[in-house]
């Protein structure tokens, strides 16, 4: 029931007006991918390569981890205990469905030691309301040797 007759309690374009305001506190860019269907390739000498990816968004974004208190989860590899870091990125709230096991790559970002990092997308948060899209997202530790 509104509070008032003939009232709604929020505009109903409360989200289109506050999303300019979302998106300008987004001073990175990023890309996120997808792998492609398929099987891959191998060339003459054994070596697999993995399908190509499909680009699903290029624009700005914002990223920050979680404390480390509760976004630490760790990982005992042989005799190695690792931190693993929980990160919350938002982008575009019309940027194209981004599913599970996407990768964002930031391409520039304030901190200089931001470009070229990738995650992994963990989930993604839905809303009613929504001024940008919010991933969950997980360091990408797939490659670390590459």
């Known amino acids: 029931m509104s509070p008032l007759a003939g009232s709604a309690p929020i505009h109903p374009r409360w989200s289109e007006h506050h999303r300019p305001t979302a998106t300008g506190t987004q001073t990175a860019t990023c890309t996120i991918t997808r792998t492609g269907a398929g099987e891959g390739t191998t060339d003459a000498d054994g070596t697999w390569h993995p399908p190509a990816a499909a680009t699903i968004y290029s624009g700005s974004c914002r990223v920050s981890s979680r404390s480390a208190r509760s976004g630490v989860i760790w ?72």
């Open 75 to 146: 990982h005992v590899t042989g005799d190695e205990k690792i931190a693993e870091y929980d990160y919350i990125v938002a982008v575009e709230w019309d940027a194209a469905e981004v599913l599970e096991h996407d990768m964002v790559e930031f391409d520039s970002a304030a901190d200089p030691l931001l470009p070229g990092k990738e995650l992994v997308v963990i989930g993604v948060a839905y809303a009613s309301e929504q001024w940008e899209r919010i991933l969950m997202c997980r360091a990408n530790l797939t490659d670390r040797e590459a």
